[in-house]
């Protein structure tokens, strides 16, 4: 079998999740050509599957030495596996090769076939995302740096021009106003980023196969770009919206602690509307459940999300026995 007919397989056991057969093609491969680039790139991906980060960076890495201008992937996977300056630095060297690759298939002369212009599209919406991820850098690990709102504003004006029907541009772009105390603009932003797929997510609303890629079969985003959707939602005093995408990721997974949690506080939110559009009470059952799921989690942040939800779980039961108390006629 020569070398594409392999890739093409290591690929499709990685889409499968069959990791092990996966590994043993590109390990093979590389044992022939140590400089094969769509190997070392794809066993990256895998050990990234694998959460083994210090090994998906050195494939990475490996690849840059052996062909740092081809394929632009392997620069957006490095900035993921690093953090701060460093991380910007590899978005900025995958933007220079995307748009270096654009600049060739826009210089191509006569009609473009369908597949060709997906092509260009698709590399236009991952330059446009690259310039997000940058954003969100300057936001978090570089937020104390001087011209971190200047970098951020410049950054989400170049994704636009790449992507302006890019539901991630729009919420970069609420996340950045929120930053900035401008609540009005950001609500603006996060609901037109929501308008451009909630469509699709409204498809979950249906019975679907056990095996359905929401993600993929429905063009819906990621499942933590959805649980951000929320949580911004949520800051900006929005509980019913929030409610909304927190019950569809919460049908499509029930076992995230996080987005359960702030599904009971989206209903118990709106259990304080006028009038009531919740009881508070419907939060218990997801409070409960993510309280079991964070019974053997230890970390700082599950730490603070178990004290937050075991604070909640006595807030629904000392309401509700007000309630009763109130309704007691011998009261």
Not at 176 to 204: G, T, V
């Amino acid at each position: 079998m020569d070398v594409t007919a392999l890739l093409e397989q290591a690929e499709l056991h990685l889409s499968e999740l069959q990791y092990e057969q996966c590994g043993e093609i590109y390990q093979n491969i590389l044992k022939r050509d140590p400089t094969n680039v769509a190997a070392l790139d794809g066993i990256g991906l895998l050990y990234m599957e694998l959460e083994d980060m210090d090994k998906a960076k050195q494939a990475f890495l490996e690849s840059v030495r052996v062909a740092p201008m081809i394929g632009h992937e392997k620069y957006l996977n490095l900035g993921q596996l690093t953090i701060g300056k460093e991380s910007v630095e590899y978005y900025k060297k995958g933007i220079e090769v995307m748009k270096g690759e654009l600049d060739k298939k826009m210089r191509v002369k006569g009609a473009k076939t369908e597949e060709e212009e997906e092509d260009i599209e698709e590399l236009k919406s991952s330059v446009a995302s690259a310039y997000c991820a940058i954003v969100e850098v300057y936001m978090t690990d570089e937020a104390e740096e001087d011209e971190a709102e200047k970098i951020c504003q410049q950054a989400l004006e170049e994704a636009m021009k790449y992507d302006d029907q890019s539901a991630e541009v729009y919420q970069s772009l609420a996340s950045f106003k929120i930053s900035q105390s401008r609540n009005d603009e950001a609500l603006k932003h996060l609901e037109h980023s929501y308008s451009l797929w909630s469509k699709n997510a409204q498809l979950l609303d249906e019975d679907a196969e056990p095996d359905y890629d929401f993600e993929q079969d429905l063009a819906l985003p990621s499942y933590q770009f959805r649980t951000n959707t929320a949580k911004y939602f949520l800051e900006l005093g929005k509980p019913e919206p929030a409610s909304e995408v927190l019950e569809r990721l919460v049908a499509e997974d029930d076992q995230c602690p996080e987005v359960l949690y702030l599904l009971s506080v989206s209903i118990l939110r709106l259990s304080q509307t006028t009038p009531p559009a919740r009881h508070p009470k419907e939060a218990l059952p997801t409070l409960e459940l993510a309280q079991k799921l964070l019974k053997e989690d230890n970390t700082e942040e599950s730490r603070e999300m178990k004290e937050e939800i075991e604070s909640l779980i006595k807030l629904v039961n000392s309401n509700d026995d007000m309630q009763e108390d109130d309704d007691d006629p011998d009261n």
